[in-house]
């Protein structure tokens, strides 16, 4: 089965804060979970470029706009690759391959009938474009974008390009209350649904004077506006940037060189933020209608990482930094904790303090605790790693099943939270089992020659470390390293490469007592040493 799953492109002018990466990590675990049921996915991600602010804070810095967002890029490939991603893509919208599918939309929308020229007035973001008049707020004496509050908006008049989103209002109703919707979580999908019906305004797709862009294509008589090189004229202006890093997911797709992004495209699973949802789930599936392409398969909405009850922003800041916290917590820690604090369908309040504490408590004291316990006791009594006792013979196998069935559900509705929450249940149901058993004062009398008491620690053992083997397998779209890590300890191979391909089909391998014996068990080591409350502040200094 073909998997294609996208990001939303994110804005070029800074570094990267852990709240911009946060569903960059979530995808990636979607991407590497389908990867090791056997899928064939393509994972795309990337970087809007092209902006009026981009363009300024270049000149402001003495650079040319294309060498300020290469050292910007730069920024964020350097902190994903700390994070394991492991994107089949990395897309820029200065790539060649995006000029040409931006290009053809703008050529098919005018062939069908969808673009017509006209005059705009009205409130322009440099981050993000025309706003509504019910889209600002006032912040005292100034009008500002809630997206972006720290930079000034201005107002434009211009003439531009219009692209008629007013025509598909019957049917982005129609393809919104489809059931299941293509827009989830459900709530979120409402409101989309609440502004279509408001009723729907044409939105503008080109930008007059501006030279940091794509060329707009056609003149005014409908004639090329470009070069036989590629080159645009200045007249005809550049497309608009929504427009423009909207098309980045058909570019990925392999559009225009397919004409229809075969074999990828529809998407089946476009990963936003909240604040660009009308973006995603009103203008994009309008402008591939216009274009002859159907819509996404599937939209999801996440929130936002609060501070304090605050969005965090570079603007703010009030951000965390991804560098510090895989300083900290590792790449694996750091990855875990984010999805693990932070619910994947609303927004979720975190901070160095409570990323501390999560790690300590669910992985340094629970699960690493439990890997532990359970490698130092096998070590220490067998030279082979026991196996486990049957399903049906082991408190720890009869609770397995449910919690593999319910941590699938959960990643097939993207509920990552929920997801780790049914493995971390599961390590607790584990760490429950030691306790009650005692496997120590067994190995005490296995020592002492008591024959039944090696027996049961032998099948004890043999439940943990099948637990510990699960647990890894499971978690590994959120923790890689680690959970490849731990086959090693047990004396497993780990099945699959580094971003969780090759390897055989996660539900063979998934069930208890699925595999025979392996070889000795590696040497125990903490796999979460313990941080301390200042741990992220000193690695910022």
Wanted: aromatic letters at 10%.
């Amino acid at each position: 089965m073909r998997y294609y799953l996208t990001t939303a492109i994110a804005y070029a002018n800074n570094k990267p804060g852990l709240h911009t990466l946060y569903e960059v990590i979530g995808a990636d675990a979607i991407a590497r979970w389908r990867r090791m049921r056997g899928d064939e996915v393509r994972f795309l991600t990337g970087t809007d470029e092209y902006s009026v602010n981009i363009a300024a804070r270049a000149t402001e810095e003495g650079m040319s706009p294309k060498d300020f967002v290469d050292a910007k890029v730069a920024l964020f490939q350097a902190s994903e690759a700390k994070l394991l991603i492991s994107p089949d893509r990395f897309i820029r919208t200065t790539d060649a391959d995006h000029t040409l599918a931006a290009q053809e939309m703008v050529r098919r929308s005018f062939a069908a009938g969808d673009i017509y020229l006209g005059s705009y007035e009205g409130w322009y973001c440099p981050n993000e474009g025309f706003r509504n008049t019910d889209d600002v707020v006032k912040v005292g004496e100034d009008t500002v974008c809630p997206n972006h509050p720290g930079i000034a908006l201005q107002w434009l008049t211009e003439r531009n390009w219009f692209f008629k989103l007013s025509a598909y209002q019957e049917r982005l109703e129609a393809w919104l209350t489809q059931d299941p919707s293509p827009v989830q979580p459900e709530y979120r999908r409402n409101e989309m649904l609440g502004f279509v019906r408001q009723g729907l305004e044409d939105f503008s797709i080109s930008r007059e004077g501006a030279s940091w862009g794509i060329p707009f294509p056609i003149h005014e008589d409908g004639s090329s506006a470009l070069t036989a090189s590629g080159e645009g004229d200045p007249k005809a202006g550049t497309i608009y940037v929504w427009y423009d890093a909207l098309i980045n997911y058909l570019t990925g797709a392999g559009f225009p060189a397919d004409p229809a992004g075969a074999p990828w495209w529809p998407a089946d699973l476009h990963i936003i933020g909240k604040d660009i949802n009308r973006f995603h789930s009103v203008f994009w599936p309008a402008m591939l209608w216009s274009a002859g392409l159907e819509a996404p398969k599937r939209i999801w909405v996440h929130g936002w990482l609060l501070s304090s009850g605050e969005r965090m922003s570079k603007s703010r800041g009030n951000f965390l930094d991804p560098d510090d916290a895989v300083a900290a917590l590792g790449a694996d820690g750091t990855r875990f904790v984010a999805l693990r604090e932070v619910p994947f369908d609303r927004d979720g309040d975190v901070s160095w303090d409570s990323i501390i504490r999560r790690y300590n408590s669910e992985l340094a004291n629970d699960f690493g605790n439990l890997v532990n316990r359970a490698t130092t006791l096998a070590s220490r009594a067998f030279t082979e790693a026991p196996l486990p006792r049957p399903a049906a013979e082991s408190p720890l196998g009869k609770v397995w099943e449910e919690t593999r069935r319910e941590a699938i559900a959960a990643l097939e509705r993207n509920a990552l939270h929920d997801w780790l929450g049914a493995l971390w249940g599961f390590v607790g149901a584990a760490n429950k089992f030691v306790d009650a058993e005692k496997p120590w004062e067994l190995a005490k009398a296995a020592k002492a020659g008591d024959a039944a008491a090696e027996e049961k620690l032998r099948g004890v053992l043999g439940d943990l470390l099948e637990s510990c083997r699960l647990i890894s397998l499971y978690a590994a779209p959120a923790m890689p390293a680690i959970s490849a890590k731990i086959w090693t300890l047990l004396g497993r191979r780990w099945p699959y490469d580094e971003s969780g391909h090759n390897g055989p089909p996660l539900d063979t391998i998934g069930e208890w007592g699925a595999l025979d014996a392996g070889g000795p068990l590696g040497a125990p080591e903490p796999l979460f040493p313990r941080l301390e409350a200042d741990a992220l502040d000193a690695t910022a200094d």
